[in-house]
C-alpha cells in the first residue's frame, strides 16, 4: 500500500507517519508538505520520500497521489489566532487546500481520504458534550475553514462517491508540537514554559475546559482507518470525552514535574471557545479496540521529548 501524507512534516503529521512505517501492508509512504510550520526535523529519521510544496500546486498533488491506496489529508494552517491574523492565507491552505486535495483524490481514484477537521467547528454552541449532530458555529476564519473542509469531503463522497473520513481533532498534544512560536498550542506551552522555568501564561480564568488528546491516541485511530479503509458519511469526533480545565492541566503537570509552578493570567483570546468536551459513541462505534493515552500518561511523554 502506497499512503501519502499532507502536512506529514508537521506534529499530527509525523507522528502518523511514524505509525504508518510500522504497518507491514504499507510499503510507500510520501509526504506532501510545504514546510511551512512543519520541520525536516520531525521526519528526519522515517522511511518515507518527502515532496516539497504546496497542495495548492496540482502538478505536485499529481505526483504524490498516483497509485495511493489512501490519502491523510493534515496539511492546513493550524491555528485560531494566525487566521484572525491573516483570513484569506488560512482559507486558501485549508479551504481552497482541500479542494484541490479532493480534486486530484478524484483524478487519480484513490480508494480512501482521511481529513482533519477540528472542534473549533462547535465553536458557539455551547452544548456539551460536542455531539456531531449539533449545530456547528464556528467563531473564528480558522473553525470556518475547517467546517469548509469535512464538508467539502462529504459534498465529494456525495456528488462523486469518494470513500472519505472527516475527523474533527481537539486539542492534540504530544511529541513533535512547537512550542517556539507565538501561536503554540497551550500544552507545549505549558511545558516549555515549566522547563524554562517561566510562568505558565494563562488566557481567561483558567477554568476553561478541553478534551486534551494524545497525539499517539489520534495516529493509531488514523492507521487502524487506512488498514480497514474505514469511511463515515459526517465528521467525526477524534477525542475520547475527557473534560480538562486549564488550572487542572497546570496540577497534572507540576505532578509530572514534581514541582509548582507559577500561573498568571491574561485576558481571554477572540475566537476562543470556552469548553469542549467530546462525544466519542461514534468513534467507539467504529473503532472499538481504540486505547486512548491517559493525560498523565502523554504528559509525560511530551515532557521527557521537550
Ligand atoms: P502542524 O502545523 O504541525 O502541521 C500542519 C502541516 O501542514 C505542517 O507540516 C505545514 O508545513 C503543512 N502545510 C501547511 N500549509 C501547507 C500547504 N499549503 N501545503 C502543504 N503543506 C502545508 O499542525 P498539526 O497540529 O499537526 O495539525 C495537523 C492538522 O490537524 C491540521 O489540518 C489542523 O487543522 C488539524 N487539527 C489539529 C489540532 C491540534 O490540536 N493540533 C486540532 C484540530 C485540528
Redesign the pocket.
Known sequence: MKIVV????????SNVVRALAAVPEVDEIVI????????LD?IRELPARLLT????DGALLDEAFAGAASVV???????VPRSIHDPYRSH???AT?TLLVLEAVRRHGVPQVVL?????VYGGNLALPKRETLRAMPLSP?AVS?LA?EAYAIAYASCFGLSVLPF??????GP???ANHAYA?VVPAFVSAALDGRPLRVFGDGRQTRDF?FVGSVASVIVDAVRRRVSAPDAVNLAFGTRTSLGVLVGELEAVLGRRLEVTYEAARPGDARDSQADCTVLRSLFPGVRPYPLRAGLEVTVAWM
Do not use: E, W
Not at 32 to 39: Q, V
Not at 73 to 79: K, R, T, W
Open positions: 499532507t502536512g506529514g512534516a508537521g506534529f499530527i503529521g506532501l508538505d510545504d514546510l511551512s510550520t512543519g520541520s520531525n510544496g504546496t497542495i495548492l489529508h493534515l496539511a492546513a494552517i493550524p491555528s486558501q491552505a485549508n487546500g482533519a477537521s477540528s472542534s473549533s480558522y475547517k473542509t474533527r481533532f481537539f486539542n492534540v498534544f513533535g508540537q512547537a498550542a488528546t
